[in-house]
Nanobody, 124 residues
Framework: QVQLVESGGGLVQAGGSLTLSCATS????????MGWLRQAPGKEREVVAS????????DYADSVKGRFTISRDNAKNTVSLQMKFLKPEDTAVYYC?????????????????WGQGTQVTVSA
């Protein structure tokens, strides 16, 4: 069983920054691709950023490219999402997720394991 616990959400003004962190169970963490997904009210869940098992390959949604950075530390079993220049449209519940593949995972269906989510609210 993969356990994922997010932290770091909160309220921030537009243009500000936040960093989300996710702690995972150590047993198999380094075997999985990881991702951050988000869901805004009334919208479908989307993949914001993903990283392969080694941390070398990364992918981002067009809406966050250049503003968000995903990283992972396999020694500490953590994955992070650094968010800069936040916009009100970034407001959502953000979920840390694990895929069943070590390679890149880009669709929501590729991530069967989810954390509880953390709220990010960006005020105008």
């Amino acid at each position: 069983q993969v356990q994922l616990v997010e932290s770091g959400g909160g309220l921030v003004q537009a243009g500000g920054s936040l960093t989300l962190s996710c702690a995972t169970s150590p047993r198999t963490f380094s075997m999985y691709a990881m991702g951050w997904l988000r869901q805004a009210p009334g919208k479908e869940r989307e993949v914001v950023a993903s990283v392969n098992w080694s941390g070398v390959q990364k992918d981002y949604a067009d809406s966050v490219k250049g503003r968000f950075t995903i990283s992972r530390d396999n020694a500490k079993n953590t994955v992070s999402l650094q968010m800069k220049f936040l916009k009100p449209e970034d407001t959502a519940v953000y979920y840390c997720a694990a895929a069943l593949t070590p390679g890149m995972a880009k669709s929501t269906t590729a991530f069967p394991f989810w954390g509880q989510g953390t709220q990010v609210t960006v005020s105008a």
